[in-house]
């Protein structure tokens, strides 16, 4: 059900708004993935700070 959920999603998604809004949702949701993915406190906060520079 999440895949057709996914693909619904990105379609309206897309459809509503583009450009740079777009673009850091897509941002925020994968530095959302790289900090699930950290190990250590310390891994966290290098995370936040190379996706915040490129913020």
């Not at 897309?14 to 777009?22: M, N, P, V, Y």
């Not at 673009?23 to 959302?32: F, T």
């Amino acid at each position: 059900m999440k895949p057709f959920a996914r693909l619904f999603g990105n379609l309206f998604e897309r459809g509503a708004e583009q450009g740079d809004s777009a673009r850091r949702r897509q941002i925020h949701r994968e530095w959302d993935r790289q900090r699930a993915r950290a190990l250590t406190p310390s891994d966290r906060a290098e995370i936040d700070a190379i996706f915040s520079r490129h913020l």
